[in-house]
């Protein structure tokens, strides 16, 4: 297993991992810690790769003329670098590209949350005011291209496809809400959160009213493949943050923790979990101006995240901080120096970007299109992104 370890840490950075600068040695603890991570990232991946099919079936399904799911081991070479697109013809970007398929995007999301209520209305609407990224609405629609020219040479996104476009945009967003409510957030997209404005209460209720909005989109695409598959996605939200609120006491149980609860809040959604990784790491390399949020904000809420479990691999001493959940003066701190001394960032980096290797593997094994090329070159944008 240590040398799977090994191999796994060539493929990301082709060296050897780097030793702490200063105290402490991982030790026969360390390797233990690395082997449970590299049978947790083996793990993680498989999931996150059922994922992806789990939405690719919940796009072809949503109409009647399309094959089965085994078409899709198309025999296209695979992409070995995520900057190389294969489809001959010229490159677009890929937002601008989605985004045909998405104007009026907000729009019909605020007719799906028809509230009298002027106050519930403004809450509920409060996050669709046009300034996110739309990252999931816009995976949604380029996957759905890409699958439909894979099977029939068709460029036409069905109607039924860009619902469930929304439908993931209306189940990110009232996650926000929750997620926002529950980390006692105030600040999003450099704004004050819908908790500080509005209150806890009348939050959790916006966020539910949003859920409900999505539920009856979704059944009335009137597909029960789709409407299972999407609503595992919610369960899945779920699951997540109960993960998320505990903490592992046995270090080489920690990745696995780390990535289930990981894939479950946001993989499972967009399938791909290196978005996820990369905010990871944001938290310690951008700011708060950037960010739109508060940084070590995770530290903050007792999270220990990727950069944290492989910073204790080389400082040992983080294990305690990591069980009280640095609710100890000073630990939020200590632990984010511990962090920027060691390779942590660094690692969870590279394993952002084993997963998207994994990620561009399976989208490969489309037709060669504009849309599967933009797809790929998206999991480049998550990895290098700096907000």
Known sequence: MASCWWRWRRGCSWRPAARSPGPGSPGRAGLSGLRAATAAAAAAAARAQMSYFNLVKSLTSAFPNMYSISRFHHMTPAVCCCSKTRSGEKYTDPFNLGWRDLKGLYEDIRKELFISTTELKEMCEYYFDGKGKAFRPIIVVLMARACNIHHNNSRNVQASQRAIALIAEM???????HDDVIDDASSRRGKHTVNKIWGEKKAVLAGDLILSAASIALARIGNTAVVSILTQVIEDLVRGEFLQLGSKENENERFAHYLEKTFKKTASLIANSCKALIDDVLDFTSCSDRMGKPTSAD?????????????????????????????????????????????????????????????????????????????????????????
Not at 171 to 177: D, E, G, K, Q, R
Not at 374 to 386: C, F, G, H, K, W
Request: with cysteine; proline share 5%; charged share 25%.
């Open 299 to 387: 530290l903050k809420l007792g999270l220990a995240t990727g950069p944290v479990l492989f910073a204790c691999q080389q400082f040992p001493e983080m294990n305690a901080m990591i069980m009280r959940r640095f609710s100890s003066p000073g630990d939020v701190d200590r632990a984010r120096q511990y962090v920027l001394q060691s390779d942590g960032v660094q690692q969870t980096t590279y394993l952002a970007q084993r997963y998207c290797r994994e990620a561009v593997r399976e989208i490969s094994k489309l037709r060669p299109s504009p849309e599967r090329d933009a797809l790929i070159q998206l999991s480049e944008i998550v990895l290098t992104r700096d907000k």
């Open 171 to 177: 189940i990110h967003t009232a996650s926000l809400v």
